[in-house]
């Protein structure tokens, strides 16, 4: 199994930034492929950007395209989430997940029901 715990999260004004952190622990970081994930009140969890097991392929949903950028350190054991120009929306409790793979195809997932691990979030609050 594999434990994974959010940090970085907070209260920051709308344009500002923040970085997200997920630490994994308990296997290989790298035997994994990522997601980060969020969900607003009242809402439904919903998809944020994917992963490969190596960082080299990543996806991010429209809603951040542009304004976010995933990665990863497996020396680490890390994976980041930097998130710049933050809007009223971006407001939510981020989540990060991991599945393992066993190939080296570059595959990323973008569905909840693909990830097997989930770490227990991190608030992200944007104000005006």
């Known amino acids: 199994q594999v434990q994974l715990v959010e940090s970085g999260g907070g209260l920051v004004q709308a344009g500002g930034s923040l970085r997200l952190s997920c630490a994994a622990s308990?296997?290989?970081?790298?035997?994994?492929?990522m997601g980060w994930f969020r969900q607003a009140p009242g809402k439904e969890r919903e998809f944020v950007a994917a992963m490969s097991r190596s960082g080299g392929r990543i996806y991010y949903a429209d809603s951040v395209k542009g304004r976010t950028t995933a990665s990863r350190d497996n020396a680490k054991n890390t994976a980041y989430l930097q998130m710049n120009s933050l809007k009223l929306d971006d407001t939510a409790v981020y989540y990060c997940?991991?599945?393992?793979?066993?190939?080296?195809?570059?595959?990323?997932?973008?569905?909840?029901?693909?990830?097997?691990?989930w770490g227990q979030g991190t608030q992200v609050t944007v104000s005006s």
């Open positions: 308990g296997r290989t970081f790298s035997r994994y492929a």
């Open positions: 997940a991991v599945r393992e793979v066993f190939d080296y195809t570059g595959t990323y997932y973008r569905r909840i029901s693909d990830y097997d691990y």
